[in-house]
Structure formats: structure tokens, C-alpha cells
């Protein structure tokens, strides 16, 4: 049985920082891109970064609005995804979702993802 357990989540003022873990169980890590989602309410779930080392080279994924504050990176001996978030803004606020795409480079879009996490929130206050 494939799992993805997010850890890290929780209140930070602007400006401040976070680090998501996403530990994950019953697939390969080499075949498969990990990353992380997020969902406000009322809007559609978008993705924010990924990484993969499938194909034998390592690929990574930012959306624009997290270029030069989120930095992803991951642990092969702890199957753990990690995604270090600096310099929070209030809009960075929602429910953070770890995601796993089998056989892929990245995972950008909710559409073909093959497992999700539960989900963890991040509120960055004012």
C-alpha cells in the first residue's frame, strides 16, 4: 500500500520560514515524481514544486510564484521529500498536498496524479 505523510505544517508570521515533510511508502522513489500541491478555498488545486530523478537525471519543478523562496529536495535512504519555504507571504496560505506521479519527471497538474497525501495547512499571519 502506497503513503504520503506530510509533516511540517502549521502558523508562521510573513517572512518567515517553513520545511514540509513528505515521507512515502510502497513505491519506488527512483520511478516516481514527488511533489507538492496547494489548495485554498474556492480555488482549484495548483501545483507549486516537484522533483524526480527518473530517467536517471534529476528534475526539478517550480511555479513562478514560489521561484527563489521554495527550494525542493529529497532523501533516497528516508524516502522523504522535503520543500524548505522562505520568506512566506500571506498568500502562500492554504492546505499543502504531497503528490506522486509514477514513471514521470515532474508533477505539475492535479490531472494523472497517482496518490495524494492527506494534506497539511500552512497560515502565514500579517
Known amino acids: 500500500e502506497v503513503q504520503l505523510a506530510e509533516s511540517g505544517g502549521g502558523l508562521v508570521q510573513v517572512g518567515g520560514s517553513l520545511r514540509l515533510s513528505c515521507v512515502a511508502s510502497?513505491?519506488?522513489?527512483?520511478?516516481?515524481?514527488i511533489g507538492w500541491f496547494r489548495q485554498t478555498p474556492g480555488k482549484e488545486r495548483e501545483g507549486v514544486s516537484s522533483?524526480?530523478?527518473?530517467?536517471?537525471?534529476?528534475?526539478?519543478y517550480y511555479a513562478d510564484s514560489v521561484k527563489g523562496r521554495f527550494t525542493i529536495t529529497k532523501d533516497n535512504a528516508k524516502n522523504t521529500v522535503y520543500l524548505q519555504m522562505d520568506n512566506l507571504q500571506s498568500e502562500d496560505t492554504a492546505v499543502y498536498y504531497c503528490?506522486?506521479?509514477?514513471?514521470?519527471?515532474?508533477?505539475?497538474?492535479?490531472?494523472?496524479?497517482?496518490?495524494w497525501g492527506k494534506g497539511i495547512v500552512v497560515n502565514v499571519s500579517s
Open positions: 510502497g513505491l519506488s522513489f527512483d520511478d516516481t515524481a
Open positions: 503528490a506522486a506521479k509514477m514513471w514521470s519527471i515532474a508533477v505539475t497538474v492535479p490531472v494523472g496524479v497517482d496518490y
Open positions: 522533483i524526480s530523478s527518473y530517467g536517471y537525471s534529476n528534475h526539478t
